[in-house]
């Protein structure tokens, strides 16, 4: 009998993507000028990447799917699901009025999030993506099995 996915908690998604966030924080510090844009398209990729799971996912153990598919979040479904906070970290740049419009997105996504009864913000809408827990296979022993 297979387990129902559980669905991601708000907590472990905060912290997700509170660490992708920190690693586009990182590259634009430590990269002048391309950093950047080098963090703004692994924003826009990352859950496309590693089996569905950037790597503030791989860290909390969480996984994007396909809603239709079933299967890990593509690199299309990625940039679809992460368009909107992608223009929301773009506008950061811009003093002040990017700032409130950046601070806006996020709330926006915050409250989607919090009014969904599937646990779904708007890019998961848009891309038809879902974040779950991913589940661990242990032997008899407890031990993790490598698959």
């Known amino acids: 009998?297979?387990?129902?996915?559980?669905?991601?908690?708000?907590?472990?998604?905060?912290?997700?993507k509170t660490i992708d966030l920190i690693i586009v924080a990182a590259a634009a510090e430590m990269i002048p000028r391309a950093g950047f844009f080098a963090g703004l398209a692994y924003l826009l990729i990352s859950d496309g990447l590693f089996n569905g799971k950037s790597l503030g996912k791989q860290l909390t153990g969480l996984k994007v799917v396909s809603i239709a598919a079933g299967k890990a979040c593509s690199v299309r479904e990625s940039i679809l699901r992460n368009l909107v906070l992608c223009i929301g970290a773009a506008l950061w740049r811009i003093p002040l009025i990017g700032w409130v419009i950046t601070l806006l997105v996020v709330g926006f996504e915050?409250?989607?999030?919090?009014?969904?009864?599937?646990?779904?913000?708007?890019?998961?809408?848009?891309?038809?993506?879902?974040?779950?827990?991913?589940?661990?296979?242990?032997?008899?022993?407890?031990?993790?099995?490598?698959?």
């Open 110 to 147: 915050f409250v989607m999030l919090l009014g969904s009864k599937e646990g779904m913000r708007l890019g998961d809408e848009i891309a038809r993506t879902t974040v779950i827990e991913e589940i661990k296979s242990y032997n008899t022993e407890g031990e993790k099995k490598c698959s």
């Open 1 to 16: 009998m297979l387990e129902e996915p559980k669905r991601a908690s708000l907590l472990l998604r905060s912290v997700a």
